[in-house]
Each structure stands twice: as structure tokens, then as C-alpha cells.
């Protein structure tokens, strides 16, 4: 059932998607718009929770700690927490705003570090899955 929810949430933003680049076609190419981050942020977040509700119908709990999948779920996750308000507020930025500046600097910079650190101890910490 999960499996049928993802591929129909993939469909329906794959469908939103093409038909705002083709309403807004020299706006796509010019312009980073929110529209795109918050959906993106939206469908990534039902992804995590369906992920997070399978795993724990499961018994593979039990290992959570050496599967590289839980590893990158969390830092993806979070990252997509932190960034997404601060590519929200990004409209209301003006160049004179040079503390806001530094702030999504200093916020992207360690979002990322956080994010891959996630990932590199999930490649330490995880056994190769046997097909």
C-alpha cells in the first residue's frame, strides 16, 4: 500500500511540476521558486514517515543501527527540516540584508556537514546487504 502511495504522489508531481514549467516556462529558467522547495520538502517528509511506519511493522528494527537506509532517512530529513523555512523566507531577502545572508551561509554549510556526516557513518556503521 505504501508502495502504491509513493508512485501516485511521484505521478501527481511529476503532473504539477510540468504543468507550472509550462505556464511559467521563463520564470523556471530565471527564478528558484519556494513552490518547488516546499513540495519537494512535503513529498520527501510523507516519505520518511511511510519509511518510518514500515520499519516499524517490521523486525528489522532490531538492526536499525546497521542499515545505511536509517542513516540517510534521518540526515536527509533533517536537512530538509532546517533548509526548507530558510529557502522559504529567501523572497523577503533584499541585498542590503547582509545578516540574513550570512545566516543561510552558515545554515547550508552546516545542514550539509550534518547531512553527509549522516551519511558517512552510515557507510561505517552499516553491513552490506546480502541479495
Known amino acids: 500500500m505504501f508502495k502504491t502511495t509513493i508512485k501516485y504522489i511521484s505521478l501527481l508531481y511529476v503532473l504539477i511540476f510540468t504543468i507550472h514549467v509550462v505556464f511559467n516556462y521563463d520564470a523556471f529558467f530565471n527564478a528558484h521558486h519556494t513552490f518547488y522547495f516546499i513540495l519537494d520538502a512535503s513529498i520527501i517528509f510523507i516519505c520518511v514517515t511511510l519509511f518510518c511506519l514500515e520499519l516499524l511493522k517490521s523486525d528489522y528494527l532490531l538492526n536499525v543501527s546497521k542499515s545505511f537506509s536509517v542513516y540517510a532517512t534521518f540526515g536527509l530529513f533533517l536537512w530538509w527540516l532546517v533548509t526548507t523555512p530558510i529557502i522559504f523566507y529567501e523572497s523577503y531577502n533584499t541585498t542590503a540584508d547582509w545578516g540574513f545572508a550570512n545566516l543561510k551561509r ?21 553491513k552490506p546487504q546480502k541479495n
Open 106 to 126: 552558515r545554515v547550508f554549510l552546516f545542514a550539509n556537514i550534518f547531512m553527509y556526516t549522516c551519511f558517512v557513518l552510515g557507510l561505517i556503521a552499516s
